[in-house]
C-alpha cells in the first residue's frame, strides 16, 4: 500500500538553530514529492517538490529538502530556524506509476521555533 | 491575485440540516479538490474534478455531493449535515499541466460546525 509517514507529530527548535522535519515514504514507481505549510486559521501553501533530477531541492522562505532514495526519504530541512516558521507542516507523495495519481498526504508535524 | 476563494468561512448546522460550500478560484485551473482536515487524520480528500462538468469521488465522499459546472467553481454540498461531519474544509485547484497539477493552491478554509 502506497503512504507517507511523517514520525514526529512536533519538533521543537530554537530560533537561528538548523531545523529538520521528517519524512518517509512507500510508493510504486519513482516518487513525486511535495511539502506544503499551513499557518494558523489558513490554507496549505506549496513550499517545494521533488520531480526528478537534483536530490536537494531549494523551496520558499529559505527551506530545502533532500531526497533519499534508498531510505525512501524526503526530509525538511531549513540552515536556520525562525519563529515565524512556526507552523504545521505536511509532506505528500505522488506515485508515478499505474493508475492511481492522486496526492497521499501525511498527517502533518508541528514546528515550534521558540525565541 | 483572490487565487481560491472559499465561502463562507464560519457556518453552525443542526443535525439534518443542508448546507452548500462554495470554492471560486480565478487562475483557469483545470483541478480542484475538496478536503477535510481533522485532528490526527490530516487531509482526507472528499472529491475532486478534473475539469468542467466531471466530478469523482475521493477517500471520504459518503454524505457529500459536488458538482463542478463552471470552470472556475467547484460545490461542496452537504444534504443531510450529520456531527461526523464537524470539521475544516478546504478547497484547492491546481493546473492541468503534467509536472504542475500536483502543485495545489488552497482556500482558506470553512470551519463547520453540527450540533
Known amino acids: 500500500a502506497q503512504s507517507v509517514a511523517q514520525p514526529e507529530d512536533q519538533v521543537n527548535v530554537a530560533e537561528g538553530n538548523p531545523l529538520t522535519v521528517k519524512c518517509t515514504y512507500s510508493?510504486?514507481?519513482?516518487?513525486?514529492l511535495f511539502w506544503y505549510v499551513q499557518y494558523p486559521n489558513r490554507g496549505l501553501q506549496f513550499l517545494l517538490k521533488?520531480?526528478?533530477?537534483d536530490n536537494l531541492v531549494k523551496g520558499s522562505y529559505g527551506f530545502e529538502a533532500e531526497f533519499n532514495k534508498s531510505q525512501t526519504s524526503f526530509h525538511l530541512k531549513k540552515p536556520s530556524a525562525l519563529v515565524s516558521d512556526s507552523a504545521l507542516y505536511f509532506c505528500a507523495v505522488r506515485a508515478n506509476a499505474g493508475n492511481n495519481r492522486k496526492l497521499i498526504w501525511g498527517l502533518g508535524t508541528s514546528l515550534a521555533v521558540n525565541p | 491575485n483572490a487565487g481560491v476563494t472559499q465561502t463562507p468561512k464560519f457556518r453552525v448546522l443542526k443535525t439534518g440540516q443542508s448546507m452548500t460550500l462554495l470554492c471560486a478560484q480565478d487562475?483557469?485551473?483545470?483541478?480542484m479538490y475538496w478536503y477535510r482536515q481533522d485532528p490526527g487524520m490530516g487531509l482526507r480528500l472528499i472529491h475532486y474534478s478534473v475539469g468542467e462538468g466531471t466530478t469523482a469521488k475521493g477517500e471520504v465522499p459518503d454524505g457529500y455531493n459536488v458538482s463542478r459546472l463552471k470552470k472556475q467553481n467547484f460545490l461542496l454540498g452537504l444534504e443531510s449535515a450529520a456531527p461526523s461531519q464537524t470539521s475544516v474544509y478546504f478547497c484547492?485547484?491546481?493546473?492541468?499541466?503534467?509536472?504542475?497539477?500536483?502543485?495545489?493552491?488552497f482556500g482558506a478554509g470553512t470551519r463547520l460546525s453540527v450540533l
Open positions: 521533488y520531480i526528478t533530477g
Open positions: 510508493v510504486s514507481g519513482n516518487p513525486y
Open positions: 484547492a485547484s491546481s493546473p492541468g499541466t503534467l509536472l504542475a497539477k500536483n502543485i495545489q493552491y
Open positions: 487562475m483557469n485551473h483545470e483541478y
